[in-house]
């Protein structure tokens, strides 16, 4: 059998990598990087080079023929605002994932590293899809109360993309012929509305807007948050992590494991009960708002990530916002699948790849 494809999806102390053969997964492992090997590298885009070496030890180690990959999908950085699809890695791309020109994160490696491996393969082709950055907004959802602020797509496009999809096709549907609510649930929450294929309103899951999530603070009372910030207190590095990374369950529990909370509750901790029923009861909230963004023509709302393995939060949320659509519940995310099935589609001639411009 051939359509042997490598998907590629690094994350902040680690490196997913999985191998299919078709639609079969055939190989996974997920390689972890410790502090002390990260800490020695100034900026993310630094990395590079021990990450992709950790990857090809790995492939060589697991006896994976390097020369069969027809095509290797990287996890999609931020790069520019671009449309949903499947992207060729070119010049211009590289370019942008290695200035970091939407900001640094470590998935902005997917996408060189991908390019960097694939040029030493005989035939094989370098792709990213439905990166975090993918735009397709409406211009009025866009609008702030400020001209100098104006509202971002950032968000989990590729779990999201691909969660519609499936769902569409369990219900002998499309996805274009859908409207759809899709929460996704993890480490940051983006709660999208999607009409008839595309996302035209979405919480910036990243940055600052939203339901709070296990590291994210989401939406903050800004005069509040401003004169904190002028207060003389915190730095600005300080204050970023306040936004992403130290907000949220971490700054209010101490921990950004919903297993955890969910333990805690289920011993009658009273303060991780009412930290876990405000996330519930704000990730509703923005649901609802997806919903007026919709004008209420909601065919079902879907709820998936990490967090949606917690059942008894789930029925919490499904009871609030039930009332809007049927709630369908999606535990995980499996973006590994998401990337090569994207990969396949378009060595398989099913999708044109788009050109990144």
């Known amino acids: 059998m051939g359509n042997h494809i490598l998907a590629i999806n690094p994350g902040s102390t ?15 492992t997920t390689l972890r990087h ?10 993310v885009s630094d990395q590079f080079e021990f990450r992709k070496q950790t990857i090809l030890n790995a492939l060589v180690e697991n006896r994976i023929e390097i020369d069969l990959i027809e095509a290797i999908v990287g996890r999609g950085g931020l790069v520019k605002p671009i449309k949903s699809g499947v992207y060729e890695v070119n010049g211009a791309m590289l370019r942008d994932l290695e200035e970091g020109v939407g900001g640094e994160h470590a998935s902005n490696l997917g996408g060189l590293i991908a390019h960097n491996i694939a040029s ?3 035939g094989c082709k370098a792709f990213i899809a439905d990166p975090v950055v993918v735009d397709e907004l409406e211009p009025i959802a866009r609008i702030t109360g400020h001209p100098l602020l104006e509202r971002k797509s950032i968000f989990h496009a590729l779990n999201q993309k691909a969660i519609a999809k499936s769902y569409a096709a369990s219900v002998n ?7 759809l609510i ?20 979405v919480n910036n899951a990243l940055n600052g807007e939203g339901p709070f999530s296990p590291e ?9 948050f401003a004169r904190l910030c002028f207060s003389g207190k915190y730095t600005l590095d300080q204050v970023k992590k306040m936004i992403t990374g130290e907000g949220g369950l971490v700054a209010h529990l101490g921990t ?14 009273e303060k991780f009960k009412l930290i876990s029923d405000a996330f519930a009861y704000n990730v509703a909230k923005e649901i609802g708002a997806m ?7 909601i065919d079902a709302i879907l709820i998936t990530g990490g967090i949606a393995y917690n059942t008894k939060l789930m029925d919490k949320l499904a009871r609030q916002v039930g009332f809007i659509a049927p709630v369908k519940i999606f535990p995980g995310e499996d973006e590994m699948t998401a990337l090569a099935m994207n990969g396949l589609a378009v060595i398989t001639g099913k999708e044109v790849p788009l050109i990144y411009e």
């Open 14 to 28: 680690s490196t997913k990598i999985a191998l299919f053969e078709g639609h079969k997964q055939v190989f996974v």
């Open 34 to 43: 410790s502090i002390e090997e990260l800490s020695q590298y100034e900026k």
């Open 120 to 122: 030493g393969i005989k």
């Open 173 to 179: 549907s499309t996805y274009e012929s859908l409207n």
């Open 182 to 201: 899709i929460a996704h649930l993890g480490g940051g929450v983006s709660v999208g509305a999607h009409y008839k294929g595309r996302v035209v309103d």
């Open 216 to 224: 994210r603070s989401g939406t903050l009372p800004a005069y509040d």
């Open 256 to 269: 950004n494991s919903f297993a955890i909370v969910e333990q805690k509750v289920s011993e009658g901790d």
């Open 291 to 297: 919903a007026a963004a919709l004008s209420g023509e």
